[in-house]
């Protein structure tokens, strides 16, 4: 059986990773609330703009902010959403499994986001094209993303949905029907008045040249609500994984700290059988 000292060192340390991942959970649930509020507003805000462009509009197909005359290139480009780093659970884990099930070099072009993910892919002997860091602060400037998405016809996103605080999933959705299907939702709440025509107002330098700036504007909210998506995701699955976490690690202090008082009385116990042993040996002496 071990000391008493040793496994009341343990026990403290144990003690240690019970406040950590206490700390950690406190500060993820804090981050879901403020991540959600960030969603809502992203979400408002594109069906204003949708309602301004979806009346504008000179095609059929949304086209990025493009040029006419501009030639995206035939690759698909997979975009991967991840964490910055680990404490999160599977998930990262699982969003790459997703991408390795569709993933042919030949075919796709590779944009991570996260060290983490770039991590896993490393692993994985997968060679990204593009890497960016997964922003620390509320702001999120994904122009950068757009110069690179706009350069391609197709573009994929893979990415982890918030279900609930003890559901996440990782979806993969083509970008230009994810903002067609958006647009129809929004289609069902904004039907505004005022109706924004060539008849009514003023274009310029060309109705064309406005929808095109639409169009990024619409591509610029549907990029950030990704990450918005994927980070609110992320920090729940932190807060699921820093609750098991904790909850082991209590019950792994409360172990050590019952073996603590078994060893300690059995310290006890056994100091006393000597002293009692030796005491019958001094009385056995003095009695000869």
């Not at 499994?97 to 896993?120: M, N, Q, S, T, W």
């Not at 169009?215 to 980070?231: K, V």
Request: charged share 30%; hydrophobic share 40%; glycine share 4%.
């Amino acid at each position: 059986m071990r000391r008493p000292l040793e496994i009341k060192a343990e026990e403290a340390s144990v003690r240690s990773v019970v406040s950590l991942t206490s700390a950690l959970e406190s500060l993820s649930s804090m981050q879901i609330a403020k991540t959600k509020n960030k969603v809502l507003i992203s979400n408002q805000f594109f069906d204003e703009v949708w309602n301004i462009y979806k009346q504008i509009r000179v095609d059929v197909l949304f086209n990025f902010g493009r040029a006419p005359e501009e030639k995206p290139i035939e690759k698909e480009l997979l975009i991967l959403i991840t964490a910055k780093a680990g404490l999160s659970g599977d998930i990262d884990q699982r969003l790459i499994r997703k991408f390795l099930e569709r993933y042919d070099e030949a075919k796709h072009d590779v944009l991570v986001i996260g060290y983490h993910g770039a991590l896993k892919l490393k692993q994985a002997h997968v060679d990204y094209t593009y890497y960016f860091d997964l922003p620390e602060n509320d702001y999120i400037n994904v122009d950068p993303l757009m110069d690179i998405t706009r350069k391609y016809a197709r573009s994929r996103i893979f990415y982890q949905n918030y279900v609930s605080l003890a559901q996440q999933t990782i979806e993969d959705v083509d970008l230009s029907e994810v903002v067609s299907s958006k647009g129809r939702v929004a289609d069902l709440d904004t039907v505004g008045d005022d109706v924004v025509s060539e008849k009514t107002y003023i274009f310029e330098p060309s109705s064309y040249a406005v929808a095109a700036y639409l169009e990024n504007s619409i591509l610029r909210l549907t990029i950030s609500q990704f990450i918005y998506d994927s980070r609110l995701a992320q920090v729940a699955s932190r807060f699921k994984a820093m609750s098991a976490a904790k909850e082991r690690s209590i019950e792994n202090a409360n172990e050590l700290h019952v073996e603590y008082n078994r060893a300690k009385r059995t310290q006890v116990d056994t100091r006393l059988k000597e002293s009692l042993a030796g005491l019958k040996k001094i009385r056995a002496g003095g009695a000869a």
